[in-house]
């Protein structure tokens, strides 16, 4: 790592791009505290630099890197350093970055938001920047254009994973006025995983317990066709009634999804998780939900907590349950203490285990099979390597009683 550091100070831009991409692996396959405690400064800085200098691919790649360098910090002096630096550039890039690499851009500013803001504007102040990309009408050059379904799926989620940590009494009557008509409209024109984030947000918007804080500023009222701003959810009486359209059409796409083949859901990934929503809605409730991380238990007891796993499982990718069963600021979110291994557990068996349907748990008893054949059948498993290290030890022993005895 020290030496990939150093590569990012290299003129030539391709070096800091392969530098990035290691420093990314190490971070998200290990967790670097100390190393990342240590080179802080020159972390932050010089993917700052890459912001100012570096193609769209380096900006996307020291996007990322910041992200980790902020999860595997955690919060406190240093991470809250790394959102007062990095949100103005990360604004200004969202508005010139080709859309290949907006994801990315999207994903570190909900993440070094998440870690390192210190009040609730501060939180606001970055959904704000993702809420006017959400609905921007023109590009960088003043030309129209209109947001892929990976962008807007990345923004929404983004936006929805920095709601999740706001409190409804601290939400801001001024900014998500329309926010319920928006995905609302989303419902009705757009599919795939753009509707499957919009879902997930107004699933999220009832269970904030603020539902008067996202409709129009006008108010509901009996005579539905007032609305000052053209803005309002026009056919509606009442909050109630609101409510009861947006469960029926989510229901209606949960019953379309069930319809499709089961390719077209694999590959449209349309309403992924629609029965829980529906549930989620029509009950004010979340069921618990419980994940396994190696051989403990994790338990979701809110939606919140759902989407934030998957978010930042999405986020680190292979490296999840490291960071789960290592990273303190993780333990803290998510109210998770690991349980440390006793000498003869082998860590290789560790892995992190979703149930497939969050209401029914189902137990994989052929992947505990199959990685318990893996366990003792494998040249890198821990019992090999035990094996091996028993075998050289006895011939260690063995050579020295032979040296012995011929002396």
């Not at 391709?14 to 290990?30: H, N, V, Y």
């Not at 690499?101 to 998440?114: D, Q």
């Not at 504007?121 to 704000?128: S, V």
């Not at 939606?303 to 499982?313: D, G, I, R, T």
């Amino acid at each position: 790592m020290d030496c990939f550091l150093e590569e990012l100070f290299q003129k030539r831009g391709s070096k800091r791009e392969s530098a990035l991409a290691f420093i990314i692996e190490g971070f998200t396959m290990k967790y670097q505290r100390l190393f990342a405690q240590q080179n802080f400064a020159t972390l932050l800085y010089r993917c700052l630099n890459s912001f100012k200098k570096g193609s769209s691919k380096e900006i996307g790649l020291a996007c990322h890197a910041l992200g980790l360098l902020a999860i595997t910090i955690g919060c406190g002096a240093n991470a809250h350093e790394l959102y007062r630096e990095a949100i103005d550039p990360l604004s200004k890039a969202l508005k010139s970055a080709p859309e290949t690499f907006i994801p990315s851009i999207l994903e570190c500013l909900a993440i070094v938001t998440f870690i390192g803001r210190s009040n609730v504007e501060e939180t606001e102040k970055a959904m704000q920047i993702i809420w006017r990309f959400i609905h921007l009408q023109s590009g960088f050059n003043g030309v129209a254009r209109k947001h892929s379904a990976v962008v807007l799926t990345s923004a929404i989620s983004a936006w929805s994973f920095l709601l999740t940590s706001m409190d409804s009494w601290n939400l801001s009557y001024n900014h998500w006025q329309g926010a319920i008509d928006f995905f609302l409209n989303i419902l009705e024109t757009d599919g795939g995983s753009v509707l499957a984030a919009a879902s997930e947000s107004l699933a999220l918007i009832f269970e904030v317990e603020s539902f008067d804080k996202f409709v129009c500023d006008t108010k509901v009222t009996s005579d539905s066709s007032i609305c000052k701003e053209g803005n309002c959810l026009k056919g509606f009486s009442s909050t109630q009634e609101l409510k009861e359209a947006i469960i029926g059409q989510v229901r209606s796409l949960s019953q379309q999804a069930e319809g499709c083949s089961s390719a077209s859901k694999v590959v449209n990934n349309d309403c992924k998780y629609s029965w829980d929503i529906v549930k989620v809605l029509e009950e004010d409730c979340f069921p618990e939900t419980s994940v396994k991380i190696g051989h403990q238990i994790l338990r979701l007891c809110t939606w919140s907590q759902l989407l934030q796993m998957n978010y930042l499982k999405n986020f680190l990718g292979g490296g999840f349950l490291k960071h789960m069963l290592e990273n303190e600021q993780l333990h803290d979110v998510f109210d998770f203490t690991p349980k440390p291994l006793s000498s003869n557990e082998p860590y290789v068996c560790e892995r992190e285990e979703v149930s497939v349907h969050y209401f029914v748990p189902q137990v994989r008893k052929k992947d505990n099979k199959d990685c318990c054949q893996r366990l003792h059948k494998s040249r890198n498993s821990a019992a090999s390597k035990a094996r091996t290290q028993q075998l050289n030890k006895q011939r260690t022993i063995r050579a020295e009683e032979l040296r012995i005895s011929f002396d």
